[in-house]
């Protein structure tokens, strides 16, 4: 369970530890041929930072999120080891004393416009759930597990008895975050792990999910709101919309779909057992469990820098979930594909959590070589600037559109990671050259066209920067 003195020992850490102005890099690491990129990302990380974490975007995202400060972090350790722990022992502060981590820490700010009920976190009302914390205001489900990953690449940066302290500060924190993924979201021990609703795989409008919801789970007032054309009436209420055209954001009907899902779980106090009784989602989502194989591989690395011994239940699951991370491929698609939780059933529709088990590092390299092989096709994930969220070729393809087709770089970074674990240093090298140029070509914006390049979502945003620095320093 989460130790409270741990808790409070990272309060101290984050107030003890030299906060170092992100807008330059230190004098010990500064060299005068560091491109402009790196200057200018370094810049944009320094505008967000919000003192323990950093924002986003200050514009549509003012609150701390679990998988964007852990790609914050990954970025910030190149330059500045200490602001990375920061950023990590920060998210940290909102676990629940069952051991979940938040996909969101609420922030209340002087200076940002929010919404009075994000503010206050009336929205979400943590706080209903018993395991929440009391004195912060968190959401009520999780994110992509990318911390561990996280705390080993700001370790990579330090001397092994530093390094060994930073893990012993967190290692118990990160046990239970992954005891409550396994105990909580894998009710029958059959090794994947399943997720509630679309934003907990953090690809909120991603193909999978909205061809589910639009098939099967639409709420009959949302069905309603959509034929009679009133869905139209919500879009200048929409807070992101005043900063992005509405045709790069999801849709409203999915934007009303999504808080009628976030409603309901909150209606049910955030209680897995409750929510699954009558869930509208229940998916074991493919980029989610490949995330946590690669998570899993972490912790089991801190551990033994530690000398600890993880709980053998935990890596019994540990175990099951490399194998049944296999049972979401599909032999007649040559594809892997999120499934249902309750039938098994595969959802074939397709996505850019196609090509995650290539992260995942536990597949066979035979399968591997098969996902490079849609990386290589012009069709589907091969444009000009890859790599899209979803496939040229799907149904749902937008260039422009949030998660249904635009280029991130957090997901190119994760498959250029797995292709350098696989031996596909070419693929990597050339991907993470089509990643700079389309950073150096757009800007450090959100998303970006796979077939034109051109930017798209908020501007200054901060995983792009933080992970251009990691790409630029390790190649």
């Known amino acids: 369970m989460f130790n409270r003195k741990l808790k409070e020992d990272s309060e101290e850490e984050i107030q003890s530890l030299d906060t170092k102005t992100l807008g330059s890099l230190p004098e010990e690491t500064k060299q005068p041929e560091v491109p402009d990129m790196v200057d200018q990302a370094i810049e944009v990380l320094g505008n967000n930072d919000h003192g323990s974490f950093t924002m986003p975007s200050p514009k549509i995202y003012p609150h701390q999120w679990l998988w964007d400060s852990c790609f914050i972090a990954i970025g910030i350790r190149n330059y500045d080891v200490d602001r990375a722990k920061i950023e990590i022992l920060s998210l940290l502060r909102g676990q629940w004393s069952n051991g979940m981590i938040p996909h969101m820490i609420l922030t209340p700010h002087a200076d940002v416009q929010i919404d009075a009920y994000d503010k206050h976190g009336k929205i979400w009302r943590s706080w209903l759930n018993p395991n929440a914390p009391d004195d912060i205001s968190t959401s009520g489900i999780t994110q992509p597990p990318m911390i561990a990953e996280a705390v080993i690449r700001i370790g990579e940066k330090m001397k092994i008895t530093e390094r060994r302290a930073w893990y012993k500060m967190v290692y118990q924190s990160l046990v239970d975050y992954h005891e ?5 979201r894998d009710p029958h021990g059959e090794g994947l792990v399943l997720q509630v609703h679309p934003w907990e795989t953090g690809l909120d409008n991603t193909p999978p999910w909205m061809h589910e919801l639009h098939e099967h789970l639409l709420p009959w007032w949302v069905r309603v709101a959509e034929k009679s054309r009133l869905e139209k009436l919500l879009t200048p209420l929409r807070r992101d919309t005043r900063f992005i055209p509405v045709d790069q954001r999801f849709s409203n009907v999915e934007a009303l779909a999504l808080y009628d899902v976030q ?20 998916i074991e989502d493919l980029s989610f469990n490949s995330i946590f194989v ?4 972490c912790l089991v690395e801190i551990a033994k820098t530690l000398r600890e011994e993880l709980p053998e239940t935990l890596v019994t699951s ?27 059933k ?23 070589e098969t996902l490079v092989g849609l990386l290589e096709n012009q069709h589907r994930f091969g444009p000009a600037y890859p790599v899209p969220s979803a496939p040229l070729d799907s149904p749902f393809f937008n260039p422009e559109r949030y998660w249904q ?22 693929h990597a090298a050339a991907l993470t050259e089509s990643t700079l140029e ?13 077939t034109t390049g051109d930017p798209a979502g908020v501007d200054n945003f901060s995983w792009t920067a933080a992970l251009a620095i990691d790409l630029v320093t390790n190649g």
């Open 346 to 368: 595969l959802l074939a529709t397709s996505s850019i959590a196609a090509l995650m088990p290539l992260y995942a590092g536990c597949i066979s390299k035979e399968k591997a």
């Open 263 to 282: 409603r309901r779980l909150r209606r049910k106090a955030y209680d897995t057992d409750k929510i699954l009784d009558h869930a509208l989602f229940a």
């Open 318 to 344: 540990m175990k099951k979930t490399e194998k049944a991370l296999d049972q979401l491929w599909d032999p007649f698609a040559s594809e892997y594909f999120s499934r249902d939780f309750v039938t098994h």
């Open 180 to 184: 409550w993924l396994y105990n909580d």
């Open 438 to 450: 389309l950073i150096s070509k757009s800007g450090f914006h959100e998303y970006f066209s796979p």
């Open 405 to 426: 087709g635009p280029t991130w770089i957090n997901t190119n970074w994760m498959i250029i990671d797995g292709l350098k674990r696989y031996g596909f240093n070419d």
């Open 294 to 297: 690669r998570a899993n591989t």
